[in-house]
């Protein structure tokens, strides 16, 4: 399959994600139809999406008048003559299995199947997509910030279809980075983890405090902010899931005292700049003031 043969893009899951790569898609001129189960995602997550697209023409150096159609819709059987799905349902491995399946019997043969999961791999759930050698994971950041996407086969995945996948990023203006196998986090998110595991273990074994972690990395970084403003901007209640997450899957003592550590900013509600208050207090957090990173 040629990129050009890609017409009309099928979004499963009209969240966070679906609208985001909904918009990309449209503002890069492909017709994409916008499928969720629930009516009522559906209509806020099109309103959002048709919302995004003007804003994302701009970022893009974009003409929004030369947008593709965004087709919203609960119907599956819409999905009939879509040439690439991209799906962004929650993370749930079975509920993953079972959207594929479904669409495997909707979509033509020669459609390609992606996945924007974050943690799991392609080859959890590849068998039922009905087309193994089709499908592969095709992982988006935030569109709005970055282009950089992973794109990750499995084992038996084509290697022609892994070539047009990164054609087909390129196509809505992304910068695919590609794996060679595949690892969980994929590669970005994989480095990130570890920092932001590393900077709770040295605050949780009380080595330094939170401020001169921040500092040590900007200073050294020249970045504005550091690990712990960052788990800010993430929400504190996801970094301390995805921390216990891993930990017990794991093993990790570690780990689990860094999850340990997190709860009680939880439990208090001290979820990051979404609330107002997390390690720092919003707006204005400490790190963001000039004198910050000189300690004054
Ligand atoms: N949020 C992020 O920052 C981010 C970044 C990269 C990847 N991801 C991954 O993207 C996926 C989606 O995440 P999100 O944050 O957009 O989730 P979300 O909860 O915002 O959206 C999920 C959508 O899927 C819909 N849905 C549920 N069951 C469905 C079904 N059977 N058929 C069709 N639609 C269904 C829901 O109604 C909802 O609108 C997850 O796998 C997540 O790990 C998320």
Same mark, same amino acid.
């Given at each position: ?107 033509? !043969? ?50 022609? &279809? ?10 809505? !203006? ?38 001169? &972690? ?57 979820? !990051? ?24």
């Amino acid at each position: 399959m040629n990129i050009e043969d890609i017409k009309k893009v099928l979004i499963i899951g009209s969240g966070t994600m679906g609208q985001q790569i909904g918009a990309v898609c449209a503002v890069h001129g492909l017709d994409v139809v916008l499928y969720d189960v629930s009516a009522d995602a559906l209509k806020n997550g099109a309103a959002r999406t048709e919302k995004l697209v003007p804003k994302l023409a701009q970022i893009y150096g974009r003409d929004p008048k030369s947008a593709g159609r965004i087709i919203p819709t609960t119907d599956p059987n819409e999905a009939s003559d879509v040439d690439f799905v991209s799906e962004s349902v929650p993370e749930d491995p079975s509920l993953k299995e079972k959207i594929f399946t479904q669409f495997n019997g909707i979509c033509p !043969g020669r459609a390609i199947f992606t996945t924007n999961t974050s943690s799991l791999l392609p080859s959890m759930i590849a068998d039922k997509t009905g087309r193994p050698d089709r499908f592969a994971a095709l992982h988006f950041h935030d569109v709005r910030v970055t282009r950089i996407v992973d794109v990750m086969p499995h084992k038996g995945t084509s290697p022609e &279809i892994t070539e047009t996948v990164s054609g087909f990023a390129r196509r809505i !203006g992304q910068i695919p980075v590609r794996l060679n196998k595949e690892n969980h986090g994929y590669i970005f998110n994989a480095m990130f983890m570890n920092l932001l595991a590393s900077a709770l273990t040295l605050w949780t074994r009380d080595v330094a405090s939170i401020q001169d &972690i921040d500092r040590s990395w900007m200073g050294v970084m020249h970045t504005p902010i550091g690990p712990f403003g960052l788990m800010d901007q993430i929400g504190i209640d996801t970094v301390h899931k995805l921390t216990e997450y891993w930990a017990k899957k794991t093993d990790n003592r570690q780990g689990m005292a860094n999850a340990e550590k997190l709860k009680p900013y939880v439990t208090g509600g001290k979820l !990051g700049a979404k609330t107002g208050e997390g390690f720092y207090k919003y707006p204005g957090p400490e790190y963001s003031a000039k004198s910050f990173v000189e300690g004054s």
